[in-house]
């Protein structure tokens, strides 16, 4: 309110052929607070990138970014008197409008974002740390299929998830006659393997083989990245494999699970500050353009009367 009054009530915008703009003492002072505000909106970045800077706290100078940003866009207004000019101010004037668009933007991504973090990825983590969970998780996929599967390369019998499982075999059968009559004798099994894996785990190998390998690689469009389908994936598996089996199964689907949420959460970042890579460039593009026609104008205030 301030500025426009001032702007209003320029007395000499009479002395400079009865138009109002950045020639007059009023409009330098608007256009140099407008270029103070720019430059505070710039320390917010060096801030930033010094962490041990305990200047102010952050949130005191993300809204002042925010609100006196929205005010320095009416500040230069006031000091162009609303024209465009010659063809530097009217490239500052479209590179400002792109700056306080791309801000604007950001703005509103930033209302919205956080809130669908919090409902669909119940899971989230810090964004510098995602990388390497989603590695993580990869090596503890690749462990619990190792535990109830074996060795991952070892070849397993081809399966389908609408495969039905295996009949248990009986170990008695009924004669013609109607008697029971014990089936033959089997040779005796070998000592097992205390280091084996459980017997019964071929089918999730073959499921890690076939869908859960190509998911961590990211080859293709898996069927895992869907949550339906991979539910729907790992029911087969588990009607497929004995109980002790199931532990394992389930351990896998809860990493797959895991590994959808972090990869949701790492796109939804990359649209929450995605918009910096087009803000940031071109605020330092206007701020430079800003000063270089300050220094510039500066030739021209001797001409005023009364500055």
Excluded at 124 to 140: K, N, Y
Excluded at 268 to 290: D, E, I, K, N, R
């Amino acid at each position: 309110g301030v500025a426009t009054a001032a702007f209003l009530l320029d007395p000499q915008a009479r002395e400079v052929g009865g138009r109002h703009g950045g020639s007059t003492l009023v409009g330098i002072v608007l256009g140099s607070a407008a270029l103070a505000i720019m430059l505070f909106c710039a320390g917010l970045a060096l801030k930033r990138r010094v962490p041990h800077w305990r200047i102010g706290r952050a949130q005191v100078w993300l809204r002042g970014h925010i609100w006196l940003g929205l005010l320095m866009v009416w500040l230069v207004a006031l000091h162009a008197a609303f024209r465009t000019g010659g063809a530097l101010t009217t490239w500052l004037w479209i590179i400002l409008a792109l700056v306080t668009i791309s801000a604007l933007f950001g703005l509103i991504l930033q209302q919205f974002i956080p809130r669908l973090l919090l409902h669909s990825v119940p899971g989230e983590t810090v964004a510098q740390q995602l990388d390497r969970q989603i590695d993580s998780v990869s090596d503890m996929i690749e462990e619990t299929v190792t535990e109830y599967a074996g060795s991952l390369d070892q070849p397993a019998p081809p399966w389908s998830p609408d495969a039905a499982p295996e009949p248990v075999e009986e170990s008695h059968a009924e004669s013609s006659t109607g008697a029971t009559t014990a089936a033959p004798a089997k040779p005796a099994a070998k000592k097992a393997d205390p280091n084996a894996p459980p017997a019964g785990g071929e089918p999730l190998r073959r499921c890690y083989q076939d869908f859960v390998r190509p998911y961590l690689d990211g080859r293709g469009s898996s069927p895992l990245a869907s949550r339906a389908r991979a539910e729907s994936i790992f029911v087969a598996i588990k009607t497929m494999t004995p109980a002790h089996i199931h532990p394992g199964v389930e351990a896998v689907r809860e990493l797959c699970e895991r590994r959808r949420q972090l990869l949701r959460q790492r796109r939804l970042m990359t649209v929450l500050h995605g918009w910096l890579v087009f803000h940031v460039p071109l605020s330092w593009g206007l701020l430079a353009m800003v000063i270089f026609h300050a220094v510039w104008a500066l030739r021209f205030i001797p001409q005023v009367p009364g500055v």
